[in-house]
């Protein structure tokens, strides 16, 4: 775990390892890489990681600071994706269509939530919630693929008390 905003998790345990630094794209006092996060937390060079990542609209930056030989640790990636709403800005879109793009060469995403806290912008005929959650399994790890139509999933619930935000359609469809 890492958090400069805290300091320490908000619940103890023997297997966890906090740093007091938040994530990013450069390591200094007050930030650190994900791949010198990892070296940090003596992880073991062979084992399949998890990574649940929620750093408020940085995300993108840093999946495409992370090198491949870290990515393809990740067994199972769950991201929490802010600013979706600014996939029609140009700079957004880019930087946003690259992190996903070097995600889905070794991962597939296996589940889509919208965080209903934000909101959905429509435009241009599509609807895209403003921040979503994601769920990514490393390929060689999918046996079979199969597509889930309905929504929302019995799993899925609520972030707040706000109305619930189902999933457009156009983020599914059919294979």
């Not at 393809?72 to 269509?97: K, M, S, T, Y």
């Not at 690259?98 to 597939?108: G, M, P, S, V, Y």
Request: hydrophobic letters at 40%.
């Amino acid at each position: 775990m890492a958090d400069h905003s805290v300091d320490a998790p908000a619940e103890p345990h023997e297997r966890f390892h906090f740093t007091k630094k938040y994530v990013g794209v450069t390591t200094n006092d007050e930030f650190m890489t994900i791949d010198d996060w990892a070296n940090d937390a003596h992880l073991g060079h062979g084992s399949d990681l998890l990574l649940q990542i929620d750093i408020e609209g940085f995300e993108c930056e840093v999946f495409l600071s992370a090198s491949d030989a870290l990515m393809r640790r990740f067994r199972i990636i769950v991201a929490e994706c802010h600013w979706l709403d600014q996939l029609w800005n140009r700079p957004f879109f880019g930087l946003a269509r690259r992190a996903f793009d070097k995600i889905l060469q070794t991962h597939a995403c296996v589940h889509i939530h919208p965080n209903n806290s934000g909101g959905a912008l429509t435009k241009d005929g599509l609807e895209v919630p403003r921040t979503m959650e994601f769920t990514f399994l490393r390929t060689d790890r999918i046996a079979h693929r199969s597509f889930q139509c309905t929504f929302p999933h019995p799993l899925d619930c609520d972030n707040t008390v706000q109305a619930t935000l189902p999933l457009p359609t156009c983020w599914y469809g059919s294979p």
